[in-house]
């Protein structure tokens, strides 16, 4: 533990999270007081904008879809002891493979090929776009904290370029490609029940979902059953021993950018082919950056982490309906309640670690 305290698993992973969000909470309570709202009032307007109906539901949910993808690209890439700032860039480099794919083989071919085709390449652009910064860290010295970030500029200018001089439909005064063909469209999650007989409102929830779900399980066997995730995780721990036991460190180093990156171009399946059917360019809008915050939350874990992302996908849907509901708590409050959340789950998460040690150093001796 980065604080130098011993505590157990229950009160490490469950107790003290738990009162670190009710910390922020209180504290965001206070933000909402000072500018004039009832605190109670605000919490349930977002839990009910966020929970209260499957319609609410429905929009967290898809949310979270895409702060598990981001999440869990931070995630892996910290357990090999790198810090991946570059999901923005790696999910934008997911939704070009996406949108190559499916512009290509959309109109022409069946779903069941265009589909895993387009999770294909979404996975390789993001693994080539993660892979490089880790090459030039393992082999070069550079800092990949530096280079992921810059990946992002490079980036977002090579989705402008591919978007005004390559795809942009003609005709068409907003910069984006043209409609992807009914292949190439993710099927929403209403259509699909719909079918099934199962009444479900129509939102941008799609079976990208189950994308995430599947990510999560691969994820943690991979990393916590696997040999190579056993070899990154020791890599990350202590570099010197997995030296010492045959571990080449710069392998692991690229391998772990490579699947984080490919972990975040998946943003692209859920985002460019689950909802917009179309290349957009601001299709990620901050979604890279959130992930770093829902891995830290989640103690990069990717249980913690898919628990993070409905946390932030609540605070995201419920936040929309509380600057409706309450106009005078804009976006731009919301914002900062999210980010007293962070700060207090995230950057702080260990500051009341001595507190709970001492209280259970007291209980058993009170006990002893």
């Known amino acids: 533990m980065s604080s130098g305290q011993t505590l157990p698993r229950w009160v490490d992973l469950g107790l003290l999270p738990v009162f670190n969000l009710a910390l922020a909470f209180l504290v965001s309570g206070a933000v909402v007081a000072v500018a004039g709202q009832d605190p109670a009032q605000a919490l349930k307007l977002l839990l009910r904008g966020a929970f209260g109906s499957w319609l609410g539901f429905s929009y967290t949910l898809y949310y979270a879809t895409t702060f598990v993808f981001t999440g869990l690209a931070v995630a892996v890439a910290y357990h090999a002891g790198l810090f991946n700032i570059g999901g923005e860039g790696q999910a934008m480099l997911g939704g070009m493979g996406t949108a190559l794919v499916a512009l290509w083989l959309g109109d022409s071919q069946p779903a069941w090929l265009v589909l895993p085709a387009m999770v294909l390449a979404a996975m390789a652009f993001g693994m080539a776009w993660g892979a490089i910064p880790g090459v030039l860290q393992a082999w070069r010295g550079s800092h990949v904290v530096i280079t992921t970030i810059m990946f992002n500029f490079l980036a977002s200018a090579l989705l402008s370029w591919l978007l005004v001089e390559v795809l942009k439909e003609p005709g068409n005064m907003t910069v984006e490609s043209r409609s992807f063909g009914p292949s190439a469209q993710v099927p929403p999650v209403h259509a699909v029940l719909g079918a099934l007989g199962i009444e ?169």
Request: glycine letters at 14%; a positive charge; hydrophobic letters at 55%.
């Open 200 to 368: 479900w409102p129509s939102s941008p929830l799609n079976l990208s979902v189950l994308l995430a779900v599947a990510a999560v399980v691969v994820v943690w066997l991979w990393l916590w059953r696997g040999r190579s995730g056993y070899a990154i995780r020791v890599v990350g721990f202590a570099p010197a021993a997995a030296r010492y036991a045959g571990i080449r460190p710069g392998r692991q180093v690229v391998l772990a950018m490579a699947v984080s990156g490919a972990l975040a171009g998946l943003v692209g399946i859920n985002e460019v082919a689950g909802v917009h059917g179309r290349l957009l360019l601001d299709y990620v809008v901050g979604a890279g950056f959130a992930g770093i915050a829902v891995s830290l939350i989640g103690r990069n874990h990717p249980v913690g982490v898919v628990l993070a992302a409905i946390l932030f996908g609540a605070l995201y849907q419920g936040g929309a309906e509380l600057s409706f509901e309450m106009p005078t708590i804009s976006r731009d409050m919301v914002f900062t309640l999210q980010g007293l959340i962070v700060l207090f789950c995230g950057a702080l998460g260990q500051a009341a670690a001595p507190l709970f040690a001492r209280l259970l150093a007291r209980r058993e001796r009170a006990h002893g």
